[in-house]
């Protein structure tokens, strides 16, 4: 299987702050990769897809760029409903596998 | 608008099966792939297989394979995942998802269904 670490696990962040967060992948899975948002008992929601294509309806404050093993989702300015858990996804090989998630927290 | 429709929560028991259903609305149901995902309490995502209805065959995770069953009834627009053997770690809330026209995953999501396992 493909494992996907994230980096960090967790961070703390401000309102207006830039933000990047890292997803690298145990083999090289071209672009085949998603991020996705989840608020506490809410549904995840796919932010970017195709490593760097912005969902429909979400801000452009949102970025993902990279290929191959290592990708970022980029937030260029916080605001208060981004504070959350981040996933990244390959579906490059089946299984597809989740990275274990960057939790986003108020600083 | 596209809408996935899942049961309800469910409490089993050690041992038993559960079935959870997926029900699309709102546009292709057939041509798309219909995955799951489950993540148990206070922990991460994780990708338990997929089926494309209009193919029928199903992908399952490694670590599920034995006890998941994926299906899917055309006729009615409905996905479904049977687990079976089930355990404490079973205990999670599950997912379907569905992917979009450009067949990539888990565009669309359903809200969900928690399965306790308690003896």
């Known amino acids: 299987d493909i494992q996907m670490t994230q980096s960090p696990s967790a961070m703390f962040a401000s309102v207006g702050d830039r933000v990047t967060i890292t997803c690298r992948a145990s083999?090289?899975?071209?672009?085949?990769l998603a991020w996705f948002q989840q608020k506490p008992g809410k549904v995840p929601k796919r932010l970017i897809y195709a490593a760097s294509s912005l969902q429909s309806g979400v801000p452009s404050r949102f970025s993902g760029s990279g290929s191959g093993t290592e990708f970022t989702l980029t937030i260029s300015s916080l605001q208060p409903e981004d504070f959350a858990t981040y996933y990244c996804?390959?579906?490059?090989?089946?299984?597809?596998?989740f990275g274990q998630g960057t939790k986003l927290e108020i600083k | 608008q596209v809408q996935l429709v899942q049961s309800g929560a469910e409490i089993k028991k050690p041992g038993s099966s559960v079935k959870v259903s997926c029900k699309a609305s709102g546009g292709t149901f057939s041509s798309y792939s219909i995955s799951w995902v489950r993540q148990a309490p206070g922990q991460g995502l994780e990708w338990m297989g997929r089926?494309?209805?209009?193919?029928?065959?199903?992908i399952y995770a490694q670590k599920l394979q034995g006890r998941i069953t994926i299906t899917a009834d055309t006729s009615a627009n409905t996905a479904y995942m049977e687990l079976s053997s089930l355990t404490s770690e079973d205990t999670a809330v599950y997912f379907c998802a569905r992917g979009d026209n450009g067949g990539y995953p888990l565009d669309y999501w359903g809200q969900g269904t928690l399965v306790t396992v308690s003896s």
């Open positions: 089926i494309i209805p209009i193919i029928g065959t199903p």
């Open positions: 083999q090289g899975i071209s672009n085949y």
């Open positions: 996804l390959q579906h490059d090989t089946y299984p597809q596998t």
